[in-house]
């Protein structure tokens, strides 16, 4: 019964220290947007317990492909905190420089977590503003 006891409180002590998973439960993305206008994002997901938070989201735009990047950040100092999964909403922002079908790329991530990972597209139309067309001439030149 002793043995039994301790078993008890040394699982209850792993159940308390060791942090769930975080979880990218779901990303809203409208079905298209125009060049230059913003677009909002939801983004929603888990933080593992109330010792995470989110410390960055970074939002990039790059060969027509969006990626926000969200960094989770671990507050305990090592102490254990209980296990309750809190959810989390972020609304990051997007400005599409050019028209076409972009793919979205949503990344959570922080230290030992696993990588949530969400991919989908919109469709942006509209024309390319001159000045981003005029500098996208400049660089090809030097490449």
Excluded at 66 to 82: E, Y
Aim: include cysteine.
């Amino acid at each position: 019964m002793k043995a039994m006891g301790l078993v008890l409180i040394f699982l209850s002590l792993i159940a308390f220290v060791t942090p769930a998973a975080a979880y990218l439960n779901d990303v809203v993305v409208p079905t298209s947007a125009e060049t230059g206008d913003t677009v909002i994002l939801l983004v929603l997901g888990d933080l593992p317990d109330p010792c995470w938070s989110i410390d960055s989201v970074t939002v990039t735009l790059e060969d027509m492909v969006a990626t926000v990047d969200i960094t989770l950040v671990d507050d305990s100092g090592g102490a254990g905190c209980p296990q309750v999964i809190v959810p989390y909403e972020v609304y990051p922002e997007l400005v599409f420089p050019a028209p076409g079908l972009w793919t979205i790329h949503v990344v959570d991530h922080g230290g030992y977590l696993p990588v949530g990972d969400w991919l989908g597209t919109i469709n942006v139309t509209g024309e390319v503003p001159a000045e981003v067309e005029t500098w996208d001439s400049i660089k090809a030149i030097y490449r």
